[in-house]
């Protein structure tokens, strides 16, 4: 029987306490156990789940993630480090909803403490009341005074394509580049060149 300390098929903390919860309800409909084990040791996941989009020039890789709420962000960055523990984070985010980023404003910097770079894409808005004003530009505060994070590189951008010429002038080879989101940060990662 799998437990939360073993091996499935994905990297980070909460898929393999869900791996956990998954094999209990299989197990409950009399599956054998090896076939249980087997399933959650060769799932690959989900789509923009930590989903390699794309490859650069040297070595670095390029992953797009749905996550887009701190507790995501946080649990997200987690699995990133522990599949790539030797590699340079270069984060890019785009916080989803103004309504949302007020909401959890106050955990969107401590969630994003594990990136080495952070670039900081503009609130995609959906569903958002016109009157409601929001920006990322807000972050930049609480990021910079984060513990042992004032001299990583961030930026804030209005568009993509001013996002993409700040990224490349910080990567290096074997980056890993992990864009998150769900907006159309996901566009962002597979238009990497």
């Known amino acids: 029987a799998l437990s ?27 599956i054998p156990e090896t076939a249980v ?41 987690q699995a990133t480090r522990e599949r790539w523990p030797d590699k340079r984070l270069l984060v890019v985010f785009q916080p989803h909803q103004a309504q949302r980023f007020h909401a959890y404003r106050d955990q969107f910097a401590p969630s994003l403490d594990l990136a080495d770079a952070l670039l900081l894409l503009e609130i995609y808005r959906a569903r958002d ?10 972050l930049v505060p609480e990021l910079e005074a984060r513990p ?24 290096q080879t074997d980056d890993i580049v992990l864009c998150l989101g769900a907006g159309d940060v996901d566009a ?3 238009n990497l060149r």
Do not use: C
């Open 37 to 77: 084990d087997h399933a959650l040791a060769t799932y690959t996941g989900a789509a923009r789940r930590l989903e390699v989009v794309g490859q650069l020039e040297n070595g670095v890789t390029v992953v797009s993630d749905y996550a887009h709420h701190p507790v995501e962000v946080s649990a997200t960055l």
């Open 148 to 171: 042992n994070r004032k001299n990583r590189p961030l930026s804030t951008v209005q568009d993509q394509a001013e996002g993409r010429k700040i990224l490349g002038s910080w990567l």
């Open 4 to 30: 939360p300390e073993q091996v499935v098929g994905l990297h980070g903390a909460h898929n393999r306490r869900n791996a956990v919860l998954v094999a209990a309800v299989l197990r409950s409909f009399d």
């Open 188 to 190: 962002f990662a597979r």
């Open 129 to 138: 009341p016109e009157e409601l004003q929001a920006s990322v530009q807000e």
